[in-house]
């Protein structure tokens, strides 16, 4: 036979896996009749409840990790993500930056990504900081997690082992059962049955205390590396944020700078026009009305102020008034701002007032009224 012959070449080969097969073919069918028989009650069936409920728990950690493991992955890869967009975020303003602007050649350095920063005496640029949170999260999370989920497939295949040796157990104890209640007991098949029957208990009890001993310690280590994982996350998440930070203070420092020129630029211009207008109507019109930047009085021209003058105000926007006993601004207009009469009449964010030009016209006979606080600056 191929199986026992002493020939070399393919025809040993072919025999001894003929024979494994063989033998693994027998085994399968032994395991499913004795399910079969287990699940007709026709045959009992040996129960660990302590073990499955290990099982269990070893399953749901095995769900647990695997899941946190896929959403680490996608963070670091949002990571990455973001790090893009930024990038390109950074580099539409740099080309949208005109050269007149506020700190054109401070906000070149921030979009280059080579802006200095004390932290160790070191230079960073965003590019490190995004690439070093990067890696950081990569090597402490996800690398520490995979790690942790290497022990998992080669503990599902001992789980699944013993349970084809336990039923391998069962049907050798009802074989030998059967065989020594049989009428005619054939000794040779009884002891072989025997035999059998303790070698399937051993492989199966060596399987069993192994993973009884291991099972729990594995149940026991998911707390630790969790801790681990998120501290390491929340750690670097701090660490860069921080770093970023001053970085994006930077940056909105430059915009804050770049509003306050444009408005500098637009009231001077506002200004200028005004005055040029004023002195305009003074040579045409020396009875005209004067316009508003040109009607300003002094605080030391007690006879040209109304009677309890605070301070002077502009408006910085225009209003439109919605009720009789409010006044009419326009921007640039400037408000005499006085005492209400009966300060319990005085609404918050409302202040009481006379346009100074009409006043400078028409003194007392001029109209005071109310006006928004939040539409006017002082002056």
């Known amino acids: 036979m191929a199986e026992t012959g002493t020939g070399t070449g393919s025809g040993t080969g072919k025999g001894v896996t003929a024979g494994k097969l063989a033998i693994n073919v027998q085994k399968r069918l032994t395991r499913a009749q004795e399910k079969v028989l287990q699940k007709l009650g026709k045959a009992d069936e040996t129960r660990d409840a302590a073990f499955e409920e290990m099982v269990a728990r070893f399953n749901k950690q095995t769900a647990e990790g695997t899941k946190l493991q896929k959403d680490l992955k996608a963070y670091v890869t949002s990571v990455k993500t973001l790090h893009d967009a930024s990038r390109r975020l950074q580099d539409c303003l740099a080309e949208m930056y ?5 700190g054109k050649e401070e906000m070149d350095a921030l979009t280059e990504e080579m802006i200095e920063k004390e932290m160790d ?3 960073e640029d965003t590019d490190t900081l995004w690439l070093d949170y990067h890696q950081n ?10 790690t942790y989920l290497t022990q998992f497939p080669d503990l599902k295949a001992r789980i699944a082992k013993r349970d084809r040796k336990l039923v391998d157990f069962d049907s050798a104890r009802h074989h030998f059962a059967s065989l020594q209640k049989g009428k005619k007991k054939d000794e040779a098949k009884i002891a072989k049955a025997e035999e059998d029957l303790g070698r399937a208990q051993k492989i199966f009890e060596e399987l069993n205390v192994e993973l ?11 707390v630790g590396v969790y801790v681990n ?6 750690g670097h998440q701090e660490k860069f944020h921080k770093d970023m930070s001053k970085l994006s203070q930077n940056l909105n420092d430059i915009m804050t700078k770049l509003e306050e020129q444009r408005q500098l630029k637009k009231d001077g211009t506002a200004a200028a026009k005004t005055e040029g207008g004023a002195k305009s109507d003074e040579a045409n019109h ?8 040109k009607c300003a009085v002094t605080n030391g021209s007690d006879g040209e ?14 209003y439109t ?12 207009d400037v408000v005499l701002v006085v005492a209400f009469d009966n300060p319990d009449e005085q609404d918050d964010g409302w202040l009481m007032g006379y346009q100074e030009c009409q006043w400078l016209q028409k003194k007392a006979l001029s109209a005071k009224g109310v006006f928004p606080e939040n539409f006017t600056q002082k002056v």
């Open 286 to 293: 020396s009875d005209s009305a004067c316009s508003a930047p």
């Open 121 to 123: 005496n070191n230079l």
């Open 305 to 318: 102020l109304p009677p309890g003058f605070l301070y002077k105000v502009k408006a910085i926007h225009d």
């Open 137 to 146: 999260i990569t090597d402490k999370c996800v690398v520490c997690m995979d």
């Open 229 to 234: 994982t998120f501290q390491s996350l929340a």
């Open 98 to 102: 005109e050269p007149e602007w506020f």
């Open 321 to 332: 008034a919605t009720d009789g006993d409010e006044l009419e601004l326009k921007m640039g």
């Open 212 to 222: 009884q001993d291991e099972l729990p310690v594995l149940w026991d280590t998911r």
